[in-house]
């Protein structure tokens, strides 16, 4: 009887172990922002794009597809630039280079 305990052990140590995962995802999740975001990709735009980018040609717009959040716009007065899809965690899920051509 006494040893019964033990096999509840593993059993509470899965569930704490699945809860941490779940706050820090969940956490992480709702404290960031879409201002956040779109600075830590306009920064990435910059160091990608080089001379004569400017952090005033990234915009977003609310993605379309399951999954993502956002997709950050970052274009030149020449259409040059990239297209960054953006997930629920606010990471780049994907990028998407615009040639500039008409």
Known sequence: MTRRWLLFVPLAALVAVAAGIGLLLGGRAVLTTETDVIEAVADR???EAGAGAERTDCQARVAQSDGL????ICEN???AGYEY???RFGRVADRKRLDGRA
């Open 69 to 72: 959040w956002l997709v950050v």
């Open 45 to 47: 735009y910059l160091a």
């Open 77 to 79: 007065a020449e259409g």
């Open 85 to 87: 899809f953006i997930d």
